[in-house]
């Protein structure tokens, strides 16, 4: 048991994620955003692009490219109503060091020591990996907290970030729709802002 913390497994997480290609995605949810265990280090998998997300960013019009760093590409999303950086690479070593260095900036951005509020998901193509980051605010929208009919169990993890969105009650199952979905996406997320300080710390 170790604490759930990417930096110093993420070597280990894009090796998984090469071994299970070319059938399965690895993801990981930070202990303060869906980690079923926050004190057991552990990554989980999925079919290769069951997650809608996943398929969107292969269109060239859903992503804007920031740069080449290190040999690796980056990008971030356009019009998926939630933050990202995409990180693209066929060299392990230099993806590492990227992954690393994005971390570190959003570590400056936020201020704090810990480890950002974040959900990855990684996978190989059998070319170069694709590692889609999900920079968090926080953990559950504030509907979660709500009482009575008001209350929607949705909590958000890489899984449903991603756009796969698991309901445990069947009342949110049949009432949610896009916009609701939207706004929980957007709440939970950070901010564009935040992004754009992102890569300028990034950047430098």
């Not at 900036?105 to 480890?115: F, H, L, P």
């Amino acid at each position: 048991h170790k604490p759930q913390a990417i930096g110093p497994a993420f070597s280990r997480f894009l090796a998984r994620a090469k071994e299970l290609s070319p059938d399965f995605t690895v993801f990981y949810n930070g202990p303060r955003c869906g980690a079923s265990a926050p004190d057991h280090l552990h990554f989980q998998a999925s079919p290769f692009r069951a997650i809608p997300i996943e398929r969107e960013l292969v269109e060239s019009n859903r992503r804007t490219k920031e740069g080449s760093f290190e040999g690796v590409e980056v990008f971030t999303p356009n019009g998926l109503d939630r933050e990202a950086f995409v990180l693209e690479g066929g060299d392990q070593e230099r993806i590492e060091k990227v992954f690393s260095r994005l971390e570190a900036a959003m570590r400056k951005t936020s201020g704090i020591a810990d480890e950002p509020l974040m959900n990855v998901l990684c996978s190989f193509d059998g070319r170069a990996w694709c590692v889609i980051l999900f920079p968090r605010s926080k953990h559950r929208p504030n509907a979660y907290f709500s009482k009575g009919e008001d209350r929607i169990v949705v909590s958000p993890a890489a899984v449903d970030i991603g756009g796969l969105v698991v309901t445990p009650l069947e009342k949110d199952f049949l009432n949610l729709d896009a916009r609701t979905l939207i706004e929980i996406f957007k709440e939970v997320s950070v901010d564009p802002g935040f992004t754009e300080r992102v890569l300028k710390a990034f950047k430098q």
